[in-house]
């Protein structure tokens, strides 16, 4: 069973920065890697992911402010949040898909999750 471990969350002042790693215990190169996030009272939301060609897919919401890596050789993914907002308040899950990938930001196509990382954005 995949193990994904998330950190890095924690309070910031509007426009502050934060990044976000995910610890991934498998190498396989068939795993796509996203970042989703839920907010008190709403739904989970995706917010970046890799496509199938490795290409990076963001959420309207954050373009041009987060941006999604991937490190192979340590087996980490991150989430660079830049400029955020009070509505970024939200847990991050790092989540993971194995094998072909149709909707890079749609919770249902990812079957492997970790526990989740608090991150609050005051005004």
């Known amino acids: 069973q995949l193990q994904l471990v998330e950190s890095g969350g924690g309070s910031v002042q509007s426009g502050g920065s934060l990044r976000l790693s995910c610890a991934v215990s498998?190498?396989?190169?068939?795993?796509?890697m996203a970042w989703f996030r839920q907010a008190p009272g709403k739904e989970r939301e995706g917010v970046a992911g890799?496509?199938?060609?490795?290409?990076?897919r963001y959420a309207e919401s954050v373009k041009g402010r987060f941006t999604i890596s991937q490190d192979n050789t340590n087996a980490m993914v991150y989430l660079t949040m830049n400029s955020l907002k009070p509505e970024g308040t939200a847990t991050y899950y790092c989540?993971?898909?194995?094998?072909?990938?149709?909707?890079?930001?749609?919770?249902?196509?990812?079957?492997?999750w970790g526990q989740g990382t608090r991150v609050t954005v005051s005004s």
């Open positions: 498998d190498t396989d190169s068939n795993y796509h």
């Open positions: 890799f496509t199938d060609t490795g290409d990076a």
């Open positions: 989540a993971a898909h194995w094998g072909l990938l149709e909707y890079v930001l749609e919770d249902y196509e990812y079957n492997h």
